[in-house]
């Protein structure tokens, strides 16, 4: 949580308490500004947080695989884990008293910042029906509140889990299940609430991100989510996604972009977490290709996006018929 704090917050010494903004207090509870700048301790640990997400990316579906490699699974955790305490030191070194890069203002603030996030978890931990048990420095133990039937939380938490294994989301399912609850008058927050809550969570999300995409950036996400919603492991390859994206171009008679553009244009939309992607390659005569990943269940995003009218035109078992026969020319 450090790391992406200073990352967030902007939090180094060379913009800490800068001249130029003086007046105004950016740090809750201590009153410092930070420049608008960005410090050169962003520059330094951004990279490092990016490398350990794509590792951890490839440890969920090393994990997720039916036949998970545990030699690969503990290579790729201890990757992560010594990236992780690189991390960790940086911030420690804020503290340190002779540290020629540190500064001590920098310290507090990360501190300051994470009991800011850490009492507003605790407020909308108790809005979505927990009761707050411990909290220290990252970590908060809670217990579900005796209004909330037994088999919600582990429903809650396998749906977060279905995507990223996101804490924050089981929090947020959990609050949106709360105010369905409240609002129908119920006394109990049952297990229909969940699910209504996921599916509500679920639209709004794929909503807020491909409301203002381009159609060229519609055709490349349909094309993706068409495949990964036909495979196995939920994953598409790009060199598929690109030969569907092909026909939908032609059926629609839009513009067609070349492949690097298709995968330019899915890789912005990774911005957005409703896809990640990861490097992959089948042998050295195959080439590389990325292997997309959606965040949410492909089946809502090609939903969402059938709502724009060029793509409704597109016949949608005509595309899943293409779909299915590129996956088997893949293998
Ligand atoms: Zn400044």
């Known amino acids: 949580m450090y790391p992406n704090i200073i990352c967030t917050r902007n939090v ?17 509870g201590l009153g410092y500004s930070i420049c608008d700048e960005r410090g050169y301790l962003v ?34 955790e201890g990757r992560s884990g ?52 411990h909290g220290i420095v990252d970590s908060i133990w809670v217990t579900p509140d ?15 889990a ?35 809550a996921q599916a509500k969570v679920e639209n709004n999300r794929v909503l807020e991100v491909v409301r203002w995409i381009s159609t060229q950036k519609k055709l490349c996400l349909y094309a993706t989510a068409a495949v990964a919603a036909q495979t196995t492991d939920g994953t598409a390859r790009s060199t598929t996604g690109y030969r569907v994206y092909q026909y939908l171009t032609d059926a629609i008679d839009a513009d067609q972009y070349h492949q690097e553009t298709y995968v330019n244009k899915m890789k912005e939309l990774t911005t957005y977490s409703l896809v990640d992607f990861e490097r992959r390659s089948h042998g050295p005569s195959s ?40 996956i088997r020319n893949q293998s």
């Open 162 to 196: 279905q995507t990223h294994g996101d804490a924050r989301k089981a929090i947020d399912l959990m609050r949106v299940a709360d105010e369905l609850t409240e609002r129908e008058g119920d006394a109990r927050v049952r297990e229909e609430h969940v699910r209504e």
């Open 43 to 76: 520059d330094v640990l951004h990279p490092i947080i990016d490398a350990r997400d794509e590792i951890k990316a490839a440890i969920r579906r090393e994990q997720q695989c039916e036949n998970t490699d545990e030699d690969r699974l503990a290579e790729l």
């Open 82 to 133: 010594a990236l992780k305490w690189i991390l960790v030191a940086c911030f420690g070194y804020q503290g340190f008293s002779n540290a020629k890069f540190g500064r001590i203002e920098c310290h507090e603030a990360s501190n300051a910042f994470a009991r800011e996030i850490l009492l507003t978890a605790k407020q909308r931990l108790e809005a979505g029906g927990w009761r707050v048990v």
């Open 12 to 28: 180094s010494p060379d913009v800490i308490r800068c001249d130029c903004r003086s007046d105004r207090e950016d740090v809750p």
């Open 146 to 160: 005796p209004d909330v039937d037994d088999d919600v939380i582990p429903l809650a938490a396998a749906f977060a």
């Open 287 to 326: 080439g590389m290709f990325l292997e997309f990943q959606f965040a949410e269940r492909p089946d809502t995003v090609l939903e969402t996006l059938r709502e724009d009218s060029r793509i409704e035109m597109v016949s949608d078992e005509e595309v899943e018929s293409v779909v299915k026969a590129q």
